[in-house]
């Protein structure tokens, strides 16, 4: 390994990445080196906070209006009357009706391989595309440095880009030709220049896996992965009059936010940017933070553009922050949509938000949604998919959205026309009531309303689960999945996941066994009766019947390779999580800590380790271990 500084970088990174770690990106990263202490903090202070609602069983409440929101001087009424400057919206994001996602890396392939993602990325027609550096960017020896390699070469028109773009663009039309009747890339060269570049960093409470604190322990991965993009790509995005922007993930609360507007303005300051040059969304994925989104927009300032709704963290979230309460059971994943419960209030409050305006008069953007389905099944299924993709969108346009994400690029045909018939550039200013803060909003963040708790949603969380960890340990943190049952059946079609998929899969198991959850409809072949509690022997014949299907099952669905290797290690994460007393906070950490373990008793000894650790005073471990 080698010293920078305060930082060690593993092995021979340095000189085989040194396109990547350049002498402006690792001083930089000296630079804002200081920042990890502090954020190191802010994660111990989640735990604190996490804990003690756990032991005093008290919810999340709104912040005091007279109080100050932590790492700023702004009053919080202040913040929630719109008293504060808020960020413009640049040209560039001014229209966003669909923004792709998906990472620019492959696991354990070449650079082309990369680039032709980055390719589909760029000629889909989306209006944006989010690069991703976290939850579907695997992180399987060094992807995260391949991810900014490739993305340093695309937005450089690299001559290796621009060759696999133009035979990208040819797959494309084929395929369009097929599906739609009419090709979607007319001038590839053109079409490279539609839509706007966006990156996701890693969250705050993640570790980098190649860089580490001198002094030992991890280092901050939003850190490593925010200077590396900013600093590789500023000046080509800035020769072509492009905005830098971001999308700030995992954020819990206003002083979290604060912290990510310190990090990029001394990123600012250090390229010598002007403030708030570096503009961003935030993915409100967390409960905590519906409880303050005003706060959250006045402590990232002018940075600061809009909001994301995304369903899967989000509901994690919820579940996590209400472990302690034994009447809060969510039931099967599939009823908890944008229209459920807690789901339909937390959009609410968000396009309320967005629609606050600051003391300029500005407001900000609403992003709706993830759309996961894919248009490649049986001629039912796809129609079928298509419809309910279709009318998801329709719904978020009557809601307020600006626009929505979906997860791969040939779906960006088939839903941006919802917007086209709309017209609208936007949504910004639409009339909504303004926040209210009283316990009735703090009780509808976290309303149940009857849907099935049945043992095929039991079944469809583990198949889905162990799929995904299996998928994170063989670096594809974005995977087609579906559950064991459909495998064969065209007319049920593959969504694509990421990380946030196992997370709530995780979450829900762990509440059904460690709150007793009732079932409310009998089965047949387990003989559980309608009223019955799910229990720890039921989760086990469930986990053992759920495994053997993915043991049998076809390479397509399943990797041949990896069922004696990954598969196994991820069933002993999954029993674990959810066996474990202790709720968890992050399925991740268990994924982080075994990636590219093979051997089970290795990973074992692991698992130990970190479910003592964190049962003993909430300690979470995730640096890496095998950083030597």
């Known amino acids: 390994m080698k010293t920078v500084g305060p930082l060690q970088v593993r092995g021979e990174l340095l000189e085989s990445y040194d396109d990547v770690f350049t002498a402006s990106a690792l001083d930089a990263l000296v630079a804002l080196a200081s920042l990890d202490e502090k954020r190191q903090q802010l994660m111990e202070t989640r735990i604190e906070r996490r804990l003690k609602r756990f032991h005093s069983k008290h919810r ?22 719109g008293n504060f400057e808020g960020g413009e919206i640049p040209h560039d994001l001014r229209r966003q009706w669909i923004q792709g996602t998906g990472p620019a890396a492959r696991p354990r392939a070449g650079t082309d391989a990369g680039l032709r993602n980055i390719a589909y990325a760029l000629l889909s027609g989306a209006d944006g595309w989010m690069f991703d550096g976290e939850d579907a960017l695997g992180q399987v020896d060094t992807m995260s440095l391949d991810n900014q390699r490739n993305l340093k070469l695309a937005y450089g028109s690299d001559p290796a880009f621009l060759a696999v773009a133009e035979q990208v663009a040819g797959e494309m039309n084929r395929w369009a030709d097929s599906f739609f009747g009419r090709q979607i890339v007319p001038d590839w060269k053109e079409q490279l220049k539609f839509t706007t570049r966006i990156f996701r960093p890693r969250g705050l409470h993640l570790d980098d896996r190649h860089v580490k604190n ?36 995992k954020i819990q609360t206003a002083e979290e936010a604060a912290f990510w507007a310190r990090i990029l303005d001394t990123l600012e300051g250090y390229l010598g940017l002007e403030q708030g040059t570096i503009k961003a969304y935030v993915l409100v ?52 949509g944008m ?46 998919g298509m419809k309910k993709a279709t009318a998801g969108a329709e719904r978020e346009q009557r809601e307020g959205a600006s626009g929505k994400w979906v997860a791969h690029w040939k ?31 703090a ?14 949603g039991a079944r469809d969380l583990l198949s889905v689960a162990l799929q995904y960890g299996n ?107 959810v066996s474990h007393d202790a709720k968890i906070p992050w399925y ?21 380790r970190y479910s003592e650790a964190f049962s003993s005073d909430g300690t979470r471990l995730t640096e890496n271990l095998d950083f030597a």
């Open 285 to 336: 994925e967390q409960i905590e933070a519906c409880f303050q989104l005003m706060e959250i927009r006045a402590a990232l300032g002018k940075h600061f553009v809009g909001y994301n709704t995304g369903r899967w963290d989000y509901i994690n979230s919820v579940s996590d922050a209400a472990a302690w309460d034994g009447n809060f059971i969510n039931p099967n994943i599939d009823a908890i």
């Open 443 to 456: 009780d509808g963040l976290l309303l149940l309303e009857p849907a099935p708790r049945t043992i095929q």
């Open 411 to 441: 779906m960006v045909h088939i839903v941006r026309p919802v917007w086209e018939k709309a017209g609208e550039t936007n949504q910004l200013g639409r009339e909504f009531p303004r926040l209210e803060y009283a316990n009735a909003d």
């Open 471 to 577: 998928a994170f340990g063989r670096g594809f943190q974005a995977a087609a999945l579906k559950p064991a049952d459909f495998f064969g059946n065209d007319d049920v079609l593959y969504l694509m996941e990421d990380m946030a998929t196992g997370e709530i899969r995780m979450s829900i198991l762990w509440e059904w066994v460690h709150k007793a959850g009732r079932l409310n409809a009998d089965d047949e072949e387990t003989g559980v009766k309608e009223g019955d509690p799910f229990t720890k022997e039921l989760f086990d014949r469930l986990l053992k019947e759920e495994y053997a299907k993915l043991l049998q099952a076809s390479n397509r669905d399943v990797h041949d390779d990896s069922k004696q290797t990954t598969l196994p290690v991820t069933r002993a994460i999954v029993d674990s999580y």
């Open 60 to 81: 999340i409440p709104f912040l005091y209006p007279s109080s100050k929101i932590p790492g700023t001087d702004i009053k919080v009424q202040d913040a929630r009357d």
């Open 339 to 384: 229209t459920y419960g807690y789901m339909r209030n937390y959009e609410d409050r968000v396009r309320r938000a967005v629609n606050t305006p600051d003391r300029n008069g500005r407001f900000a953007l609403w992003q709706g949604g993830m759309e996961p389905n894919i248009p490649v099944g049986s001629k039912a299924g796809v129609e079928a």
């Open 214 to 249: 001198r002094e030992g322990g991890g280092f901050s991965a939003s850190i490593v992965d925010v200077t590396l993009y900013i600093c590789g790509v500023h000046e080509a995005l800035g020769q072509e009059g492009r905005s830098l922007v971001l999308y700030l993930p």
């Open 588 to 608: 991740i950490d268990l994924l982080n800590i075994n990636l590219n373990i093979h051997d089970l008793e290795t990973a074992r000894r692991r698992i130990t």
